[in-house]
């Protein structure tokens, strides 16, 4: 699987337990760290927790383990690893306040399906 067709299957993923505001950004061209960055909120730490599960649980069906989960136990923000794709994922106010999106800006952002 590409990392291009990581994002569109995380996103479906997350679509599925109804995330909001969900944005793909292309940051290869920016920096060495990954491809990508999904990025995508809950309005709780259980909803949240939920759609890490959902990633989770959706690429080790496709035989794709994370190298790194953090901030799951307080599921304010919590970051899955995935080495080309990094994955966000923030309860609203937390999202607001790091506003990745706004410290990426020069990253394009990737059309998701529900964009079309």
């Known amino acids: ?53 959902a990633v989770e649980e959706g690429l080790s069906a496709l035989g794709l383990e994370p190298r790194r989960i953090e901030g799951y136990q307080s599921a304010a923000w919590i970051v899955l690893d995935y080495y080309e794709v990094i994955v966000h994922l923030f309860q609203e106010q937390s999202r607001q306040f790091y506003a990745l999106e706004r410290l990426w800006a020069d990253a394009p952002r990737v059309p998701l399906e529900e964009d079309k």
């Not at 479906?12 to 944005?23: E, I, P, S, W």
């Not at 309005?43 to 890490?52: C, F, L, T, Y």
């Open 1 to 53: 699987m590409t990392s291009i067709e990581m994002v569109h299957a995380i996103a479906k993923l997350l679509n599925g337990k109804k995330a909001q505001d969900v944005t793909a950004l292309e940051i290869k061209d920016l920096t060495t760290i990954g491809d990508y960055f999904v990025v995508a909120s809950g309005s709780s730490p259980i909803q949240v927790k939920a759609m890490s599960d």
